[in-house]
């Protein structure tokens, strides 16, 4: 800004004419000068400061002036009265400008107060510290003055209405240092300027009173304060909003340190000698000592009131679920006890399907509108006498008080036809499902009722059901799914896992082009544990993650250790099953290449292979393998034609390699759909550039028919089972027509 450094100007100039004042001899015509000019200046400053930054509020700083052109007019009186006309009347038309600039002073102080809105707290902090600080001015101030019994009447007046006028002041200042919230400098200097006044006031008056000495060591603090005040109007902050919201002062340790001490101030003037002596200054302090403890009683009741109102605040908050107003999880808690101590409770636990796919592709805000408009429906189909959750996330409960398990299961089916219906959100026709479990009964504690609706609405999850009901046999399934991974863990940690490798073999030469990684666990009990009992245990508790790295890194090493020691009878490529948690994590593609490396096996030597239902969702799972093609890694999609959407997924995955699943090749030498299945298939994989290999094949006829329609590739039990050594001489056996070696 242009004029942003006016004010440092203005404070120099100002400070070094308050010096010049100061060395010139007092109540000398250059010393009056200086001091008007001074006074003049100063209502030149706000007006200038008004005109260059106009504020939105003028009225306080017009104000303002218009108390120091007063103030002034009553300076240059006075000096006519002394320097010309020789006299010195009190009171004069000197004092008259001097006690009318104090209304002005104190309306723009007020319209300075006004803009701050405060707390009744906030009143009455500033009523302890403007009393404690007026029985202080009382007792030293105005109480000396009030007593002279020399003067007359109007003397006695006039004098009084100085100090008055000066606790006005004090108690608007203690207004504007104990309201909260931030103030601009320009604030901080008025305010500055007002105390310098009201202490060049207070030592104008205590100097008399109590001294021989003259009061011209005064005029530096009422012109400073005059300085003070121009600088405040030429400050750019001058112009900022007022803070016209409602402000609530924090009491902290410096609020409660200025209440502690003027409440002292009360006792602490008693030991003085002079008011402690005197029975009017001993009622002074009584009455002082009154007021401070009224308020302080008052300020300590609005403490205990705004804590109630916040513990009721905090309780219903507590209580209620703030995205859908439903109750929350405590509430339902509660609920829950009560209605087991008094008759036979039935709850459905609501989990919705799929709501993390709208976070994630909608946004956050399109989420939130989803929960509230399906909070809204389970809110309406709920029986009256219901208590309605929301227990976190997606998950939504329904409690019946007293209710058998058909009734439960007659609301549990009205809800889910309800939550199956679309949600219109953002644009969007939105399909969430849920899945329901059902749980309750006498004898039961809210724990296990809750951890029973939770294993049912699971178990409906993973079986595609809307709703099941809790039953001993799902207790037995966990039981059985926890120590599985206990034993999963074990087995890691002590090598009881090995990798086999089936051959991928390559028509019409009949060599192993390449072999699938597969795992088995050689439990020293159970025995050889089958991959279908264990991998869907180690998916659910993350062990997956781990046992699928191991997996990599072995495979990735016995591939280039049969590259090393048989050379062209090597199988070209190993492919390695990955799940779906393995490409949820970021570092994944960082995880293949680290075992690459390790190996020394080239990428292009590797193929991962992920199923349809792995990347469908879309996400970090594609994005992995985007890495991984960039690595030089190839990928197979596994099972394919069983998915939701596969030839979909042709155009969002970037696939090298389709496995056709083996529910195409079973019926492949009968002529019908199947066969015409497979042809297709395999027709679609050439269209696009891509490898074809048949999975499951099991005899000469399925390799013939598929060969026939044109499958260079396949894999089955008819080429050899899983192994760790596989044979790879059996192209030898396949090229001179033989049967093929049976692993």
């Not at 030597?605 to 879309?618: C, D, H, K, M, Q």
Request: net charge neutral.
């Amino acid at each position: 800004m242009r004029h942003g450094r006016l004010w440092i100007w203005w404070l120099a100039a100002g400070v070094a004419a308050i010096a010049g004042h100061y060395v010139l001899p007092a109540s000398s015509s250059t010393a009056n000068l200086v001091y008007d000019v001074i006074g003049v200046m100063t209502v030149v400053a706000i007006l200038l400061g008004l005109r260059l930054h106009r504020p939105a509020r003028p009225a306080m700083w017009r104000w303002f002036a218009a108390g120091q052109v007063t103030f002034v007019l009553g300076d240059v009186t006075w000096e006519i009265y002394e320097n010309v006309l020789h006299l010195s009347p009190y009171p004069s038309l000197a004092d008259a400008f001097y006690l009318g600039s104090y209304p002005m002073f104190v309306v723009g102080l007020l319209l300075l107060v006004r803009q701050r809105r405060s707390s009744l707290g906030d009143l009455i902090d500033s009523a302890i510290v403007a009393t404690g600080l007026a029985l202080v001015f009382w007792i030293f101030v105005l109480y000396p003055v009030a007593a002279d019994s020399g003067q007359t009447l109007v003397e006695h007046v006039v004098t009084i209405a100085y100090p008055v006028a000066d606790v006005l002041l004090l108690a608007l200042l203690a207004r504007l240092f104990t309201s909260g919230g931030a103030r601009t400098p320009s604030v901080h200097l008025l305010v500055l300027g007002t105390t310098l006044q009201l202490a060049g006031d207070t030592a104008f008056s205590v100097i008399p009173l109590y001294s021989d000495a003259s009061t011209h060591p005064t005029d530096p603090i009422f012109l400073l304060s005059y300085v003070v005040w121009g600088v405040a109007a030429l400050h750019p902050s001058m112009a900022a909003p007022p803070a016209t919201g409602r402000v609530s002062a924090r009491v902290g340790r410096g609020r409660l340190l200025l209440f502690g001490l003027c409440s002292l101030l009360a006792p602490a003037l008693l030991l003085i000698p002079r008011v402690g002596g005197d029975p009017a200054g001993r009622l002074s302090v009584a009455v002082g000592a009154t007021a401070l403890i009224l308020l302080v009683i008052a300020r300590m009741s609005g403490f205990v009131f705004e804590v109630r109102r916040q513990s009721a605040e905090l309780t219903r908050a507590a209580m209620s679920d703030a995205l859908t107003g439903l109750a929350s999880r405590r509430r339902f808690e509660l609920a829950l006890t009560d209605a087991l101590a008094a008759g036979r409770p039935q709850m459905a636990l609501l989990g919705l399907n799929g709501f993390k796919n709208v976070n994630d592709e909608l946004g956050r805000p399109v989420g939130d509108r989803v929960l509230e408009l399906l909070a809204e429906r389970v809110a309406a189909l709920a029986p009256e006498s219901s208590v309605v959750a929301r227990l976190g996330g997606d998950e939504f409960a329904v409690l019946l008080p007293s209710a058998s398990a058909d009734e439960i299961r007659v609301v549990a089916a009205t809800l889910s036809s309800a939550l199956g219906a679309p949600v219109a959100v953002g644009g969007h026709e939105l399909y969430v499902g849920v899945a329901i479990g059902l749980a309750g009964g006498r004898g039961l504690t809210p724990v296990e009722v809750l951890r029973q609706a939770e294993a049912a609405m699971h178990a409906a999850k993973q079986t595609g059901e809307p709703v099941r009901r809790w039953t001993p046999a799902l207790d037995e399934r966990a039981g059985e799914f926890v120590r599985l991974g206990a034993e999963i863990r074990a087995a890691l940690d002590h090598d009881q896992f090995r990798v086999v490798y089936q051959p991928i073999v390559e028509l019409p030469s009949g060599r192993v082009a390449a072999v699938e990684a597969l795992v088995r666990w050689e439990h020293p009990v159970r025995g050889v544990v089958s991959p279908a009992a264990f991998i869907p245990v180690a998916e659910r508790n993350g062990l997956i993650v781990e046992l699928g790295e191991w997996i990599l890194r072995t495979a990735c090493r016995q591939l280039a250790e049969w590259r090393a020691t048989l050379g062209d009878r090597a199988p070209e490529r190993v492919s390695v099953n990955v799940s779906a948690r393995q490409l949820a994590r970021p570092q994944f593609a960082a995880t293949v290449a680290a075992a690459l490396a390790d190996s020394g096996l080239p990428a292009s030597r590797l193929a991962v292979e992920v199923t349809e239902t792995a990347v469908f969702e879309g996400g970090q799972a594609v994005t992995a393998l985007h890495e991984l093609r960039a690595l030089g890694v190839r990928i197979a999609l596994d099972d394919f034609g069983t998915g939701h959407s596969s030839l979909g997924l042709l155009q969002t995955v970037p696939v090298d390699i389709l496995k056709v699943d083996k529910s195409f090749v079973d019926n492949v030498t009968q002529a019908g759909r199947h066969t015409v299945i497979a042809e297709a298939l395999f027709q679609v994989s050439t269209g696009l550039g891509l490898s074809a290999v048949a999975e499951g094949v099991e005899t000469a006829e399925q390799a013939d028919a598929l060969h026939r329609l044109g499958y260079r590739y396949l894999q089955g039990y008819y080429y050899g089972r899983p192994v760790a050594e596989p044979d790879f001489a059996l192209s030898a056996a396949i090229a001179a027509g033989s049967e093929p070696v049976r692993a």
